[in-house]
């Protein structure tokens, strides 16, 4: 397992706060990464969740990530230096975290959510429309606890073998995009698609290694600079 030498230091110097200051802040926009395994990561893999993190804080976003766990899978995850808040639950389908979600907006409050699910449905064999369904009644769940979230909709990573499915899947996550996106609740669509190579970015054909963290936390950043300010 890897260690962080001097963590405090290092964030002293990027102009960023350490993770003990910020865990439980009631400040800052508060942002909530949710999905499945590729959103919570596990005891050897941070998940995009920290790069995004480290990103937003160095570039001068006040925020917060919220969530009902802090937990990875198997164990704590590589660096704690960033704020573990998020709502990933490895091995999940859409209709699980659906079943949760009213609960988890309630308490978690969120201003913002990341969305990227659906892939242990696809690969699963359950239809798009079954699926994509789930995904609509989860924003529109969602939008009754807050009326003004801004959603990010992720177009998914592809897997290996499963490159073709996920590409016809996210021919439907675009359409649902289009179709939720409002004035008040906009909706934004995220290719984590494009650039994503299964080879060199996952660890086991499905799961993203440091490479693909970092490749989704670019595209998570590039999306949530057109919907949040940096604190003056």
């Keep these: 397992m890897k260690k962080l030498i001097g963590s405090t230091a290092l964030f002293l110097l990027l102009g960023c706060t350490p993770v003990s200051q910020v865990d439980g802040a009631q ?24 790069s995004l993190w480290l990103k937003l804080r160095q570039a001068g976003y006040d925020i917060n990530f919220v969530g009902s766990t802090r937990s990875h899978y198997l164990g704590n995850p590589p660096n704690s230096d960033f704020d573990l808040d998020h709502e990933g639950h490895w091995g999940w389908q859409a209709d699980e975290v659906l079943a949760q979600i009213d609960g988890w907006t309630e308490q978690a409050n969120p201003d913002i959510v990341l969305i990227h699910l659906g892939t242990n449905d696809i690969l699963r064999g359950q239809s798009f429309e ?42 439907q996550i675009f359409v649902l995009a289009r179709s939720l996106n409002s004035n008040t609740s906009p909706v934004i669509l995220v290719d984590q698609f494009s650039g994503f190579n299964v080879s060199q970015d996952t660890y086991d054909g499905l799961h993203p290694n440091e490479s693909g963290e970092q490749k989704m936390a670019s595209r998570w950043f590039q999306a949530l600079q057109t919907v949040i300010s940096k604190k003056p």
């Design 27 to 50: 400040s800052g926009i508060r942002i909530m990464p949710l999905g499945d395994s590729i959103t919570q990561g596990d005891r050897n893999h941070n998940s995009y969740r920290r």
């Design 130 to 171: 079954s699926t994509i369904a789930e995904l609509r009644s989860l924003i529109q769940t969602m939008r009754k606890r807050n009326p003004n979230l801004k959603i990010l909709l992720a177009q998914l990573i592809p897997s290996q073998g499963g490159e073709t499915l996920t590409q016809q899947f996210n021919q």
